[in-house]
């Protein structure tokens, strides 16, 4: 008997200009860290709900994919699960050990807009 695995749909944040910044910070990305942050957002979708290492909760409906990258370092994509899909609201590279207060200022904001 197989087994069939759900996947939570994951879609970008998409601004009223129709730009998807989160798509655009990957595209600028080596391909090899993109990659690594695809294979960490797909085995979200596949886990979901998942938890450490792989995903931190931030608070209120917000969450952090974390991924260490081949260019030794580390990225975070922000996201937020609303009317059951994953929605990518920001994606960085970290610098400091604390997730910097303006990248969750941002990703709320553009929960905010999604979830209105």
């Known amino acids: 008997m197989a087994t069939t695995l759900q996947?939570?749909?994951?879609?970008?944040?998409?601004?009223?200009?129709?730009?998807?910044?989160v798509r655009e910070w990957l595209h600028g990305l080596p391909v090899g860290d993109r990659h690594v942050i695809g294979q960490d957002l797909m085995?979200?979708?596949?886990?979901?709900?998942v938890g450490m290492p792989l995903v931190r909760a931030m608070g209120e409906g917000l969450f952090e994919v974390r991924s260490t990258l081949p260019s030794q370092r580390i990225s975070r994509v922000l996201l937020c699960h609303f009317d059951g899909v994953l929605v990518g609201l920001h994606g960085f590279i970290k610098?400091?050990?604390?997730?910097?207060?303006?990248?969750?200022?941002?990703?709320?904001?553009?929960?905010?807009?999604v979830t209105r």
Not at 43 to 49: A, G, L, N, V
Not at 103 to 112: E, F, G, N, P, V
Request: aromatic share 14%.
């Open 43 to 49: 085995r979200t979708q596949f886990r979901w709900p």
């Open 7 to 21: 996947r939570t749909p994951f879609v970008f944040y998409r601004s009223s200009q129709g730009r998807e910044p």
């Open 95 to 113: 610098k400091t050990q604390s997730t910097p207060k303006s990248d969750i200022y941002l990703a709320r904001q553009r929960m905010k807009e």
